[in-house]
């Protein structure tokens, strides 16, 4: 039997009978990401949507805007199911094209903007992007420098769209044309391309359709209360899962409430900020909420509007977590979840002892979450093992990875998400580690193949270990562990070699090791879990 396809090759759909089944339940509505802001807009009208700086958008004036900037790429010979890789800093803008491109049936790719040559490059080949919009400059750094080297590997890219000075590229201000006639959508195609974590090689493309998606948004504004009232500060880089939908951006926007954009996380920027606009709610990684609690002692009235902050991202720790009620005065909601799908909450009316130990239970009553055995076999409620899942929001495959897809998904669905994990009697999942060969680094994932494979390529370098060690601030930091060739080598010389490469900075080694050997298994692989013993003891052969 030939895959289902969610309307476009080297996707995979829900099988029909699981389809029909979350449709029957009222989790996928039939409405396209185009037609919900329509909604919004004809609901809130005047309320203000957005705030970037001194800029405030009404939702009639967004959904005005997006209609615009849908109509232009039109004119630019922007299709349905074409691909255009979205890479811009926190800011009204993303808005705008992002909607714009839901409008008219392309299909934005949420890169972020610490991504340079070496993802953006594979984002828009292996996507056959279209088109990539950018910022002129966050701080020193020049996108549109990027978007020449990214135009010279991507033979498919024929427009760069830049917000502020075009230079040799075109204007996105300039991209404006009357509104006409939009394309009739099919809301189970894929809406938007979001990216893994990865454990091998660059991020997989994860497809998002508009039903599974909008139920992901709309179902997390209802679990985390949010209403025409609420006000969210953004201070994460947008275009992450967890900024952009738990219950984030779009989730404010679903329940009617205001996006307040910070262009920096820090105390310093987003305090302020809480302050001006009457923010109510935000989300944030466990080394942001250190940061947080360490400021607040002395700029707690800042935070007086402040109700609840989300966490999640990495694993946050019971002791931390307990601080933040009475150091913040607000509420704490884990949150555990990931692009892929799955995303878990502890309920605003839980006890602490669930809010502070466990990562929550997930949105759906549909969700099937299980934890299994090196062999699939179901464990004993409470022990630990691998956490799998599918469900209503949960990808049946990644975007042209059919290989990879073998290893990344059960027989019958259920994706294999990489954590090690417990499960409670009420349904309340504790994240323990990792069983993929990836770096939680402060939220980031790291995937330690993708760096050892780049540094193989240093003359100096025999061989290699990238490996995650305890960082109270981090939760963990990379430690490259290396095996030279004789010749010295040091992180400074390590750091610029993958600069070159195009590697975007959080990938950069946090240290560097070298060392005469490296441990391994019985059949010869790395014995990382044996490394990291050895570093923490100092016991590495040098």
């Not at 404006?176 to 006639?181: E, G, K, L, V």
Request: proline residues 6%; aromatic residues 8%.
């Amino acid at each position: 039997m030939a895959e289902q396809t969610l309307g476009l090759a080297g996707t995979t759909a829900w099988p029909a009978e699981f389809a029909e089944r979350y449709r029957k339940a009222g989790y996928w509505v039939g409405q396209t990401f185009g037609e919900a802001l329509r909604e919004w807009a004809q609901r809130s009208g005047e309320a203000t949507a957005v705030v970037c700086g001194e800029r405030r958008w009404s939702y009639r004036e967004l959904d005005q805007r997006v209609d615009r900037l849908a109509a232009g790429l039109q004119q630019l010979g922007i299709q349905p199911k074409q691909r255009v890789v979205v890479q811009l800093p926190n800011c009204a803008e993303w808005f705008v094209v992002c909607f714009a491109l839901f409008r008219v049936g392309a299909i934005p790719l949420m890169a972020l903007p610490a991504h340079r040559l070496a993802e953006i490059g594979y984002f828009c080949q292996h996507s056959e992007a279209v088109a990539y919009v950018i910022a002129d400059k966050v701080g020193s750094f020049d996108y549109r420098n990027l978007a020449a080297e990214v135009k010279a590997v991507a033979p498919t890219l024929e427009h760069v769209l830049v917000v502020g000075e075009s230079g040799q590229f075109t204007a996105l201000a300039d991209v404006d044309a009357a509104p006409s006639q939009f394309p009739v959508l099919d809301p189970a195609e894929v809406a938007l391309f979001q990216l893994s974590g990865g454990s091998t090689g660059v991020p997989k493309l994860i497809a998002r359709t508009h039903d599974d998606y909008l139920y992901s948004v709309r179902a997390s504004a209802e679990i985390c209360e949010l209403d025409a009232s609420s006000v969210y500060l953004c201070v994460l880089p947008m275009a992450h899962n967890f900024p952009m939908s738990s219950p984030g951006t779009l989730g404010t926007l679903a329940a009617g409430g205001t996006v307040v954009l910070a262009p920096q996380p820090s105390p310093d920027v987003a305090f302020p900020l809480i302050a001006r606009e009457g923010v109510t709610i935000t989300g944030m990684v466990p080394p942001l909420a250190l940061l947080w609690l360490d400021a607040a002692a002395k700029r707690k009235a800042e935070l007086a509007s402040l109700k609840q902050i989300l966490v999640g991202g990495a694993p946050f720790g019971a002791d931390t977590a307990r601080r933040v009620q009475p150091e913040l005065g607000c509420q704490l909601q884990q949150v555990y979840g990931m692009a892929e799908g799955l995303v878990n909450y502890t309920r605003l009316n839980d006890p602490a002892e669930l809010i502070c130990h466990t990562q929550g239970r997930p949105i759906s009553p549909l969700d099937e979450v299980r934890i299994v055995d090196d062999e699939d076999n179901d464990v004993p409620l409470g022990e630990l093992g691998h956490l799998i899942t599918r469900g209503p929001y949960t990808i049946r495959g990644y975007y042209q990875a059919a290989e990879h897809n073998q290893r990344a998904f059960t027989s019958d669905g259920f994706y294999r998400t990489g954590d090690l994990a417990r499960l409670n009697a009420a349904g309340y999942v504790s994240v323990e580690g990792r069983a993929k060969d990836q770096i939680n680094r402060g939220g980031e994932k790291v995937a330690a193949e993708e760096i050892e494979q780049h540094l193989l390529n240093h003359p100096a370098i025999h061989d290699v270990a990238l490996v995650g060690l305890p960082d109270r601030f981090l939760g963990e930091r990379t430690c490259a562990v290396i095996v030279s060739n004789g010749v010295n080598i040091n992180r400074r010389e390590v750091v610029q070699f993958l600069r070159s490469r195009g590697l975007a900075e959080y990938k950069l080694p946090d240290l560097v090791e070298i060392v005469a050997s490296l441990p391994k298994t019985g059949v010869g692989k790395i014995n990382k879990r044996l490394l990291r013993e050895q570093l923490s003891a100092g016991s590495v052969p040098a």
